[in-house]
């Protein structure tokens, strides 16, 4: 059945670590408190690396609802190393992609943009792999989510994955040396050099990490699901030009400020703890968004949630998410009581959850850094609500980086780039 979804702040807040699933193979986890009988079985699958994320929201599901039985597969995050493990966690990504594409597999998916699993999410909504979530969740649209940063999961009105959490990237500056200055650059290329220029310095120490999310940095995406065509701007392939130029000089006599930085990337939290530092140094430190390059803000969705088209547990599938997004999971306390596990850093995509989670983030429970913590938090808050794009990036980011910073360089970027064209030609008809 449907379910009305209460004001929320972000489950992908939750905490704490699955104690008992294997980190390097798929897994399952079986409640055991449970019983035998003839119990429904949903099947969640969850990224290695943020399946510290889900444990509460999983445990306290499994609590409320007993009649759901409820089994946990770790998708194993492949990082190439030329091992036996990594031979072995790849064909057990080929065979769970099997299953899914013969309608089977997991209902439900919880991934984030290292997934190998299902690596390109627009794609999969086009080939049909997802179920519309507006058949499962009431009321989408009417929710205090960001709505700009929802609509990256939509394809042809049918919401087919829900982002989670995202990130933004920008420059963090020192307010003093910022002064009244504001960049009016529209293009990440410019905005980068107008920026460093203000400042007088010559490079940023995180400089090279844009790599990593060079086409995220832009509203426009590379690959145009629905015309079916590749599309690489020649100011994305100016700031490639920019980066390229910048990968080979070091970072140690960069300044600490102003540095290249991501407000809720998933696996960094540089930002957040020179925030938490600024506090006692009295350093009051400015975040300047990226330009999208359409007069805007670009969001990168980083963590999403699916659910399997044919799932035969289709309702129990939204009944989870709405209770994975949920004031009953994390309520106003932020992160209060996470303990030692790995902090999410994403920005949440529900907007009542930004400024509890972010006041968390920077305070860490010091009491007297409470009042600017909530301060900062408000602020970024606000640049959130500048968001005028939002991407699923991290299928175009990898292969962006694969083709322009992971060769020997005997090719120009542009030359680089046309490759990549080429060879993505048919990538639409496979």
């Keep these: 059945m449907k379910k009305k979804l209460a004001l929320i702040l972000a489950g992908l807040l939750c905490i704490g670590s699955f104690t008992s699933c294997a980190p390097s193979s798929p897994s399952s986890e079986k409640d055991a408190a449970k019983g035998a009988g003839n119990q429904s079985e949903m099947v969640i699958a969850v ?34 190393t030329p091992t036996e493990k990594t031979e072995k966690n790849k064909k057990a990504i080929k065979d769970m992609q099997v299953q899914i594409m013969a309608g089977k597999g997991p209902d439900v998916f919880l991934l984030d943009e290292s997934d190998s699993l299902l ?4 794609k999969s909504s086009y080939n049909g ?16 989510l960001n709505q700009t940063v929802v609509k990256a999961g939509e394809v042809d009105g049918k919401q087919y994955f829900l982002p989670l959490g995202y990130r933004l990237a920008g420059i963090a500056v020192a307010d003093d040396t910022l002064g009244d200055f504001q960049p009016s650059s529209g293009q990440p290329d410019k905005f980068l050099k107008e920026v460093a220029a203000h400042a007088g ?13 060079l086409p995220g940095l832009f509203g426009t995406p590379v690959l145009d699901y629905e015309e079916k065509s590749v599309t690489v701007s020649k100011e994305l392939q100016d700031m490639a030009e920019l980066l390229e130029e910048g990968l080979g000089i070091t970072d140690e006599n960069a300044p600490e400020l102003p540095d290249i930085m991501t407000v809720g990337d998933s696996d960094d939290d540089s930002f ?28 990168q969705v980083s963590i999403f949630a699916a659910v399997r088209a044919n799932s035969a547990h289709a309702s129990e599938a939204g009944e989870f998410l709405a209770f994975l997004l949920s004031d009953e999971m994390q309520g106003s306390t932020g992160w209060e009581g996470f303990g030692n596990g790995k902090m999410p850093s994403v920005v949440p995509v529900n907007n009542n959850a ?3 989670a972010l006041q968390y983030k ?20 606000q640049l959130t609500q500048q ?13 962006v980086r694969r083709a322009v910073f992971m060769t020997d360089g005997s090719q120009s970027v542009e030359e680089r780039l046309e490759d990549l064209k080429n060879e993505l030609r048919f990538y639409f008809d496979e």
């Design 201 to 213: 310095v010559e490079s940023f120490r995180n400089e090279s990490l844009m790599k990593w999310y």
């Design 119 to 122: 690596p390109d999410m627009v």
């Design 354 to 356: 930004v400024v509890p």
């Design 272 to 299: 957040a703890m020179l925030v938490e530092g600024s506090f006692a140094s009295g350093t009051d430190i400015k975040f300047l968004p990226f330009p999208n390059g359409e007069g805007g803000i670009n969001a």
């Design 387 to 399: 968001v005028t794009t939002a991407r699923f990036c991290g299928y175009e980011n990898s292969l």
């Design 47 to 80: 990224s290695e690396n943020q399946k510290e994320f889900y444990q509460v929201v999983i445990s306290q599901y499994r609590k409320l609802h007993p009649e759901t039985d409820i089994t946990v597969e770790i998708i194993p995050w492949i990082d190439n």
């Design 362 to 381: 920077f305070a860490l429970g010091a009491e007297e850094y409470q009042e600017d913590a909530a301060k900062k938090a408000e602020e970024l808050f």
């Design 129 to 144: 792999v997802f179920l519309d979530l507006n058949t499962v969740i009431d009321g989408i649209k009417s929710l205090p």
